[in-house]
């Protein structure tokens, strides 16, 4: 099979299942992966035969993809803020509105002076692993409560030459953050579980079916159950005038909002994402 045929057979196999933009997104994807292809050189060499081996790869990949499995998932591998990032079904597969949030943290940051953060619930290790790579003046910790996610978190750090420190920890049964290096952090970040069990319905088949739900969703009846945690260790553990950011439900924002001035956070600041949603919250904490 040739790869304009193959090209064909995708779009033919997809086409009842995900839009055409995708589709080639799929494919490009599965050339530069599996057969080091760059987009100009499936032009160049579209009647060049795929070997047999490959083919094989190819259309198990394909098969994949029509069962509805996330495209980084198959690959094992994808980007983030312009790096790159081991995925498995033991981490979320990070979002553009995250890179969003990594970006206003990154914006926050004193240029000269160094700086300490932590992220709560670092899944891949998306975000400290962006935040260290492109602000060398910090010391940069992490938690999660899964093992395996922490196995990928470590192994993404190795790969973008970062230095972070990760932790196993169950942020809901956890009283201090003592356990870290770091007594006292001038920046506390996370993008915690909020999708509420009645927001399934909108969530696709393929992050429904493959994502870790623990990662994803809470309770109808709490939904801001971690956010209300991590703000009271956020309380106890930040320098004065330090900084917390979320990301957030965007059906929740003035909720989550409401609930930070509560606990006694100020200068709170409500932002929305690309889709023009409410998507992160910055807060200030100046009783450290």
Same mark, same amino acid.
């Given at each position: ?38 987009? /100009? +050189?499936?032009? !160049?060499?579209?009647?060049?035969? /795929?070997?047999? +081996? ?23 591998t ?11 079904? %033991? ?23 160094n ?11 998306? /975000?400290?692993?962006? !935040? ?34 990760f932790?196993?920890?169950? /942020?809901?049964?956890?009283?201090? $953050? ?10 506390i ?14 969530i696709s ?8 739900? $623990?990662? !994803?969703?809470v309770?109808?009846?709490?939904p ?8 009271? $260790? ?12 979320f ?12 609930? !930070? ?11 929305? %994402?690309?889709?023009k ?12």
């Amino acid at each position: 099979m040739t790869i304009h045929t193959f090209k064909s057979f995708v779009t033919t196999t997809l086409t009842p299942l995900f839009p055409a933009t995708e589709i080639e997104t799929f494919f490009f994807l599965l050339m530069e992966e599996l057969l080091g292809m760059q987009r /100009i +050189d499936t032009v !160049l060499k579209a009647s060049e035969e /795929i070997s047999t +081996d490959k083919l094989v790869a190819l259309k198990e990949a394909l098969k994949r993809l029509e069962e509805e499995e996330p495209i980084q998932y198959i690959l094992g591998t994808t980007e983030f803020y312009g790096l790159p990032f081991i995925v498995t079904p %033991d981490t979320l597969i990070p979002r553009p509105e995250t890179e969003e949030l990594v970006t206003w943290v990154l914006e926050s940051l004193s240029p000269t002076e160094n700086t300490t953060i932590l992220d709560i619930g670092t899944g891949s290790g998306c /975000i400290p692993i962006a !935040l260290k790579k492109k602000a060398k003046n910090t010391i940069v910790s992490a938690i999660d409560v899964s093992k395996e996610a922490l196995v990928i978190a470590e192994k993404n750090a190795l790969k973008n030459e970062t230095n972070i420190q990760f932790h196993q920890a169950d /942020i809901l049964a956890t009283s201090s $953050l003592s356990f870290t290096n770091t007594e006292k952090f001038d920046v506390i970040v996370s993008n915690p579980p909020y999708v509420r069990e009645l927001e399934k319905a909108e969530i696709s088949n393929n992050v429904l079916q493959n994502e870790p739900h $623990l990662a !994803l969703f809470v309770s109808n009846e709490n939904p801001l159950l971690f956010y209300s945690k991590i703000a009271e $260790l956020a309380a106890k553990h930040l320098t004065e005038n330090g900084l917390l950011f979320f990301e957030i439900n965007q059906y929740l924002g003035n909720e989550t909002a409401a609930m !930070l001035a509560e606990k006694g956070f100020s200068d709170i600041e409500l932002r929305k %994402d690309i889709f023009k949603n409410d998507r992160m919250l910055k807060a200030v904490w100046k009783k450290g």
